[in-house]
């Protein structure tokens, strides 16, 4: 895996910064890094999860625990079945367990775990800075290049190629509308800055042409 070794530096690096115990952590990243790896993913894989996490070392600044940030980032999408309604729970869950077994106290646990649950709704509700961006660094795709947003919408249908064209169009249009909603799509201001002209133009486009 191309951003394995990326992924298993910044698990030991916020590891590290939390004092948590060396004994069982490779059996952590080894099984995250297999799940990231699964043969349905065509969107939300190790790719996706070490893009998020280079954009908030990005902006580290804005964050109030990186490491809280970095290990929520690398397991918000550790379980991910496109036909379940509960993969944010499961990661979360993952992650709990993961945690616990390197030594990770309580408060660590429940903020980690918290921070996974907030990529369900995508509320930014709070004024949450480590959420704003876990939550910033998971929808950047969208202000990102006309490329990338191209494979990312790709990969979407291809995840979902169970579901029939006419009720996948709905659907999603139905997702990029609440999102299209919204006041606001970032909440860090240096990325909505970036990304949050171009994300508009994208959901507007997409959903004319799902319409």
């Given at each position: 895996?191309?951003?394995?070794?990326?992924?298993?530096?910044?698990?030991?690096?916020?590891?590290?910064?939390?004092?948590?115990?060396?004994?069982?952590?490779?059996?952590?990243?080894?099984?995250?890094?297999?799940?990231?790896?699964?043969?349905?993913?065509?969107?939300?894989?190790?790719?996706?999860?070490?893009?998020?996490?280079?954009?908030?070392?990005?902006?580290?600044?804005?964050?109030?625990?990186?490491?809280?940030?970095?290990?929520?980032?690398?397991f918000h999408d550790a379980v991910y079945d496109p036909r379940a309604?509960?993969?944010?729970?499961?990661?979360?869950?993952?992650?709990?367990?993961?945690?616990?077994?390197?030594?990770?106290?309580?408060?660590?646990?429940?903020?980690?775990?918290?921070?996974?649950?907030?990529?369900?709704?995508?509320?930014?509700?709070?004024?949450?800075?480590?959420?704003?961006?876990?939550?910033?660094?998971?929808?950047?795709?969208?202000?990102?290049?006309?490329?990338?947003?191209?494979?990312?919408?790709?990969?979407?249908?291809?995840?979902?190629?169970?579901?029939?064209?006419?009720?996948?169009?709905?659907?999603?249009?139905?997702?990029?509308?609440?999102f299209a909603a919204r006041d606001r799509l970032y909440a860090v201001?240096?990325?909505?800055?970036?990304?949050?002209?171009?994300?508009?133009?994208?959901?507007?486009?997409?959903?004319?042409?799902?319409?």
């Amino acid at each position: 895996m191309r951003e394995g070794p990326l992924l298993a530096s910044t698990f030991h690096a916020a590891a590290d910064a939390l004092g948590l115990a060396n004994e069982g952590r490779e059996g952590v990243v080894l099984d995250l890094l297999a799940r990231l790896s699964e043969p349905h993913r065509r969107y939300h894989d190790a790719s996706h999860v070490a893009a998020c996490v280079r954009l908030a070392e990005r902006h580290r600044a804005h964050a109030r625990c990186l490491p809280h940030v970095l290990l929520a980032l690398l397991f918000h999408d550790a379980v991910y079945d496109p036909r379940a309604h509960d993969n944010e729970a499961q990661s979360a869950a993952l992650a709990a367990r993961g945690l616990t077994a390197i030594g990770a106290d309580p408060a660590t646990i429940e903020r980690v775990s918290a921070l996974v649950l907030a990529t369900k709704g995508h509320d930014m509700a709070g004024h949450d800075p480590d959420a704003e961006l876990v939550l910033d660094a998971d929808l950047a795709i969208l202000g990102d290049t006309e490329r990338a947003r191209e494979a990312f919408e790709a990969g979407v249908r291809a995840e979902y190629a169970h579901v029939d064209e006419a009720s996948y169009r709905a659907g999603r249009r139905h997702v990029l509308e609440g999102f299209a909603a919204r006041d606001r799509l970032y909440a860090v201001p240096a990325i909505a800055a970036e990304r949050e002209a171009t994300a508009r133009a994208h959901l507007q486009e997409r959903i004319r042409a799902l319409s």
